[in-house]
């Protein structure tokens, strides 16, 4: 009591912080330990689950990594490269390919993953990963089945070139899809039905060409 | 609890009183509301009766309730929360389901004026405290249109209308683009003439701007509404919009289709002259009507909704206190300003 | 600096410590502290429940450290430290929580780590841990804990059942049910917000009115 009333010496303010912040450290480090493996298993579960509901009818699937314009199975971890999954069926034979694509909504980036079908040249589903869009009115893009039922069979036909797609992936006012590469828009989240257009096209005419390019490295995977 | 409180002058005293109550003001504003009523009854039929009656008496009703709960004296008498609820109904759509319109009433009155404190005491213009609940609770309900002159109208009334509460309401098949819809989302304008006289689709009582002037023109006789800021507003629209119809004609549309279009008229004469909540100085007054003209204009042609009075005059009743204070008069042989913050 | 702040008996003064927080001193109903996390999150009951106990968990730990470490810190750096131990705790909860489930780390998002910045803990901690003995330090913790839930998981109750026609994510009304959007949204935190302040406020006047006509 003594000491406090003199004021206290920089030396024990020093102790004291440093011991906390040591005590504080071990905690963190302890709890860390003892969540990752448990936190590692989540994440991939999520992943895994949300591959498989974009690829209904698959049995397994294989990540690759995107490297310049070669696809590349991933062996154990990267965290920094762009995956693909390629799903497959039962009899290995490949069924479709799960895309990761990301792209500003109204509210935050929208992230997304779909599933394209090489046999069919179109999009199967989407489902969305991460949004922040209003709720009410924005999260309808992931709530609403009448804009999920765009995605059934979403027309990305790639032109002659092999380049772009035949027909970019287009966001039409509600009511007045008339095409399979067309968006029917929520009414009331015109934006957030844009920015998922926006972004599937984008991600579509980046990543399919690639994709249809290494087929025949992604039919082996499976083996 | 009768206060002249029409008799606010901004100057120092002696003051002289004009004999007007609370309760004369009210019922001439009323009075003067009632030809764009019978409009809007013979326009959208049973329907739109059906909700005006609902908001009116849910009003009345959520005041007289409160001042017994809260052990005040009662204050229905003085006819505001009679006219806060007609408004509110004529701001909204004709087939508006009359739970929701209960609701909003319930917010106008509460949240937009008692717990303030009471009329007089209130920041927001009422009734459009409680319009913006609706719009942001229920935006589909409320940007759902029917037609107007349907020719059964007066036969049936809108399976929305009747919803029971809470539920969602039946979508009629026919509904009808409100001509500022139309504009901004299809870029068709709908011909002046129609608009001047209300045979367009829109919200109960905002249609006949013919009928709205009128009464406006029978309050500003009687000296029961300050005629500058109405004609602030629409100039300072037909200003800013007819900039943008110069600038480019094919993309947004002339002023005069600005002006009778929508719930400008309504907010305009009735909503944005509250008494209450618009300032109290002359030159005030004109940079009150300018600022909402402004937002109305900015908020129709560059953002996101088709109609923007209603936030627009919310906004300018927001600035209100801030213009009052800033174009306060002088008090004689000081330097300091009648209603300063000191 | 141990002196017993209600001159109470022990046991009377305990239980005092525990239940103070619920409504009396309610953190948020009557305090007014950590109005941040209860508006934002409190848009469905399973979001307020989890930010409720993430909240009462870092309390509860921070409070007994801080009231075991009490002698060894020095008051000039007391602030400095107990958001140290505090940063620590919600370090620990955010890993918690990844573990338990992703959905409810998502849904928490950035208010999970400004669990750090929310006055109940930090006010709790330089008003009462960093001067009271361990056990009672715990139940004060536990009683604000319980107190900032309970006011959070009623906004969230109220919310969720208005805005979208459930509670915990079971649907109450059936698809025709028509959602109010605004209880979801930002501004329906605050109206609810207000309204239960009213009611708190209401409760308590009435309460102390009849508590003068009595005495």
Same mark, same amino acid.
């Given at each position: 009591?003594?000491?406090?009333?003199?004021?206290?010496?920089?030396?024990?303010?020093?102790?004291?912080?440093?011991? $906390?912040?040591?005590?504080?450290?071990?905690?963190?480090?302890?709890?860390?330990?003892?969540?990752?493996?448990?936190?590692?298993?989540?994440?991939?579960?999520?992943?895994?689950?949300?591959?498989?509901?974009?690829?209904?009818?698959?049995?397994?699937?294989?990540?690759?990594?995107?490297?310049?314009?070669?696809? $590349?199975?991933?062996?154990?971890?990267?965290?920094?490269?762009?995956?693909?999954?390629?799903?497959?069926?039962?009899?290995?034979?490949?069924?479709? $390919?799960?895309?990761?694509?990301?792209?500003?909504?109204?509210?935050?980036? $929208?992230?997304?993953?779909?599933?394209?079908?090489?046999?069919?040249?179109?999009?199967?589903?989407?489902?969305?990963?991460?949004?922040?869009?209003?709720?009410?009115?924005?999260?309808?893009?992931?709530?609403?089945?009448?804009?999920?039922?765009?995605?059934?069979?979403?027309?990305?036909?790639?032109?002659?070139?092999?380049?772009?797609?035949?027909?970019?992936?287009?966001?039409?006012?509600?009511?007045?899809?008339?095409?399979?590469?067309?968006?029917?828009?929520?009414?009331?989240?015109?934006?957030?039905?844009?920015?998922?257009?926006?972004?599937?096209?984008?991600?579509?005419?980046?990543?399919?060409?690639?994709?249809?390019?290494?087929?025949?490295?992604?039919?082996?995977?499976?083996? | 609890?009768?206060?002249?409180?029409?008799?606010?002058?901004?100057?120092?005293?002696?003051?002289?009183?004009?004999?007007?109550?609370?309760?004369?003001?009210?019922?001439?504003?009323?009075?003067?509301?009632?030809? +764009? /009523?019978?409009?809007?009854?013979?326009?959208?039929?049973?329907?739109?009766?059906?909700?005006?009656?609902?908001?009116?008496?849910?009003?009345?009703?959520?005041?007289?309730?409160? /001042?017994?709960?809260?052990?005040?004296?009662?204050?229905?008498?003085?006819?505001?929360?009679?006219?806060?609820?007609?408004?509110?109904?004529?701001?909204?759509?004709?087939?508006?389901?009359?739970?929701?319109?209960?609701?909003?009433?319930?917010?106008?009155?509460?949240?937009?004026?008692?717990?303030?404190?009471?009329?007089?005491?209130?920041?927001?213009?009422?009734?459009?405290?409680?319009?913006?609940?609706?719009?942001?609770?229920?935006?589909?309900?409320?940007?759902?249109?029917?037609?107007?002159?349907?020719?059964?109208?007066?036969?049936?009334?809108?399976?929305?209308? *009747?919803?029971?509460?809470?539920?969602?309401?039946?979508?009629?098949?026919?509904?009808?683009?409100?001509?500022?819809?139309?504009?901004?989302?299809?870029?068709?304008?709908?011909?002046?003439?129609?608009?001047?006289?209300?045979?367009?689709?829109?919200?109960?009582?905002?249609?006949?701007?013919?009928?709205?002037?009128?009464?406006?023109?029978? *309050?500003?006789?009687?000296?029961?509404?300050?005629?500058?800021?109405? *004609?602030?507003?629409?100039?300072?629209?037909?200003?800013?919009?007819?900039?943008?119809?110069?600038?480019?004609?094919?993309?947004?549309?002339?002023?005069?289709?600005?002006?009778?279009?929508?719930?400008?008229?309504?907010?305009? +004469?009735?909503?944005?002259?509250?008494?209450?909540?618009?300032?109290?100085?002359?030159?005030?007054?004109?940079?009150?009507?300018?600022?909402?003209?402004?937002?109305?204009? +900015?908020?129709?042609?560059?953002?996101?909704?088709?109609?923007?009075?209603?936030?627009?005059?919310?906004?300018?009743?927001?600035?209100?206190?801030?213009?009052?204070?800033?174009?306060?008069?002088?008090?004689?042989?000081?330097?300091?300003?009648?209603?300063?913050?000191? | 600096?141990?002196?017993?702040?209600?001159?109470?008996?022990?046991?009377?003064?305990?239980?005092?410590?525990?239940?103070?927080?619920?409504? %009396?001193?309610?953190?948020?109903?009557?305090?007014?502290?950590?109005?941040?996390?209860?508006?934002?999150?409190?848009?469905?009951?399973?979001?307020?429940?989890?930010?409720?106990?993430?909240?009462?968990?870092?309390?509860?730990?921070?409070?007994?450290?801080?009231?075991?470490?009490?002698? &060894?810190?020095?008051?000039?750096?007391?602030?400095?430290?107990?958001?140290?131990?505090?940063?620590?705790?919600?370090?620990?909860?955010?890993?918690?929580?990844?573990?338990?489930?992703?959905?409810?780390?998502?849904?928490?998002?950035? &208010?999970?780590?400004?669990?750090?910045?929310?006055?109940?803990?930090?006010?709790?901690?330089?008003?009462?841990?960093? %001067?009271?003995?361990?056990?009672?330090?715990?139940?004060?913790?536990?009683?604000?804990?319980?107190?900032?839930?309970?006011?959070?998981?009623?906004?969230?109750?109220?919310?969720?059942?208005?805005?979208?026609?459930? &509670?915990?994510?079971?649907?109450?009304?059936?698809?025709? &049910?028509?959602?109010?959007?605004?209880?979801?949204?930002?501004?329906?935190?605050?109206?609810?917000?207000?309204?239960?302040?009213?009611?708190?406020?209401?409760?308590?006047?009435?309460?102390?009115?009849?508590?003068?006509?009595?005495?």
């Amino acid at each position: 009591m003594e000491e406090r009333e003199k004021g206290t010496s920089s030396l024990v303010m020093i102790r004291t912080l440093a011991g $906390i912040s040591a005590l504080s450290g071990l905690l963190i480090v302890v709890a860390v330990q003892a969540t990752t493996p448990t936190i590692k298993l989540n994440k991939a579960e999520m992943l895994k689950k949300s591959v498989f509901e974009v690829l209904p009818g698959i049995s397994s699937f294989q990540t690759f990594k995107l490297e310049d314009d070669r696809l $590349i199975l991933l062996q154990g971890e990267d965290e920094k490269a762009v995956k693909l999954f390629i799903g497959y069926d039962q009899d290995h034979a490949l069924k479709g $390919i799960a895309v990761e694509a990301s792209g500003q909504g109204f509210a935050d980036v $929208i992230r997304v993953l779909y599933g394209y079908d090489p046999s069919k040249q179109a999009v199967i589903a989407m489902k969305v990963l991460e949004s922040k869009e209003t709720p009410g009115l924005g999260d309808k893009i992931y709530t609403d089945a009448n804009f999920a039922e765009n995605f059934k069979a979403l027309d990305v036909k790639l032109d002659s070139s092999h380049t772009h797609l035949a027909n970019p992936i287009e966001v039409v006012k509600h009511g007045e899809k008339q095409n399979p590469w067309q968006i029917d828009a929520i009414t009331g989240a015109t934006i957030s039905s844009k920015a998922v257009g926006k972004l599937l096209n984008q991600s579509a005419q980046e990543k399919l060409p690639i994709i249809v390019k290494n087929m025949d490295t992604l039919q082996g995977g499976g083996r | 609890m009768k206060s002249n409180y029409l008799s606010i002058v901004l100057r120092t005293s002696p003051h002289l009183s004009r004999g007007l109550s609370v309760e004369t003001v009210m019922r001439q504003v009323i009075y003067a509301l009632l030809p +764009v /009523t019978a409009m809007a009854i013979y326009t959208f039929g049973q329907s739109a009766a059906l909700l005006l009656i609902t908001t009116t008496l849910t009003c009345v009703l959520t005041e007289w309730i409160y /001042t017994r709960l809260g052990r005040q004296e009662p204050t229905i008498g003085d006819w505001s929360a009679a006219l806060t609820g007609l408004l509110l109904g004529l701001t909204l759509p004709p087939a508006f389901p009359l739970w929701m319109g209960v609701i909003g009433s319930i917010v106008s009155i509460l949240v937009g004026k008692m717990i303030f404190g009471g009329l007089g005491c209130n920041i927001f213009n009422p009734a459009l405290v409680g319009r913006a609940f609706l719009q942001a609770s229920f935006p589909v309900a409320i940007t759902t249109w029917s037609e107007a002159f349907a020719p059964d109208r007066f036969q049936y009334c809108a399976s929305s209308t *009747l919803a029971a509460p809470f539920l969602r309401p039946m979508v009629d098949a026919v509904s009808g683009a409100t001509p500022l819809a139309a504009m901004k989302f299809s870029h068709q304008t709908t011909i002046v003439g129609d608009l001047f006289f209300g045979l367009t689709s829109g919200s109960t009582g905002e249609t006949s701007a013919v009928l709205i002037l009128l009464g406006g023109l029978y *309050l500003a006789w009687r000296h029961l509404l300050d005629w500058r800021i109405p *004609l602030a507003i629409m100039l300072s629209v037909a200003l800013f919009s007819g900039i943008f119809w110069l600038a480019a004609p094919d993309r947004y549309p002339d002023p005069l289709f600005m002006l009778f279009s929508g719930g400008l008229m309504l907010g305009a +004469v009735f909503m944005a002259t509250d008494m209450v909540t618009s300032p109290l100085t002359p030159l005030g007054v004109w940079i009150y009507g300018g600022l909402i003209g402004l937002l109305v204009v +900015v908020i129709r042609l560059l953002g996101g909704l088709p109609e923007g009075v209603m936030y627009a005059i919310l906004l300018g009743n927001a600035f209100t206190p801030l213009i009052s204070r800033m174009t306060g008069t002088k008090v004689y042989g000081t330097n300091r300003k009648l209603l300063s913050w000191k | 600096m141990n002196e017993p702040i209600y001159s109470a008996s022990a046991k009377h003064e305990n239980f005092d410590c525990l239940v103070r927080g619920l409504w %009396k001193e309610n953190p948020v109903l009557v305090s007014l502290l950590g109005c941040c996390p209860t508006l934002a999150v409190s848009n469905s009951v399973i979001n307020a429940v989890s930010m409720g106990l993430a909240t009462t968990f870092v309390l509860i730990c921070s409070s007994a450290l801080i009231s075991m470490l009490r002698r &060894f810190i020095p008051k000039e750096v007391r602030i400095g430290t107990f958001i140290v131990i505090i940063a620590t705790f919600v370090t620990v909860a955010d890993y918690l929580i990844q573990a338990i489930s992703l959905e409810i780390h998502k849904a928490l998002g950035a &208010f999970l780590a400004l669990i750090v910045v929310n006055c109940i803990i930090l006010g709790r901690a330089e008003a009462f841990a960093s %001067k009271n003995t361990i056990a009672k330090s715990i139940l004060d913790a536990i009683g604000s804990g319980i107190g900032f839930t309970l006011a959070i998981v009623c906004m969230g109750t109220i919310r969720e059942i208005l805005g979208n026609g459930s &509670f915990a994510g079971i649907d109450l009304f059936g698809p025709s &049910f028509e959602p109010w959007v605004i209880m979801i949204l930002p501004c329906g935190g605050f109206f609810i917000f207000g309204t239960l302040m009213l009611g708190a406020n209401i409760v308590n006047t009435r309460q102390r009115a009849k508590a003068k006509l009595g005495a």
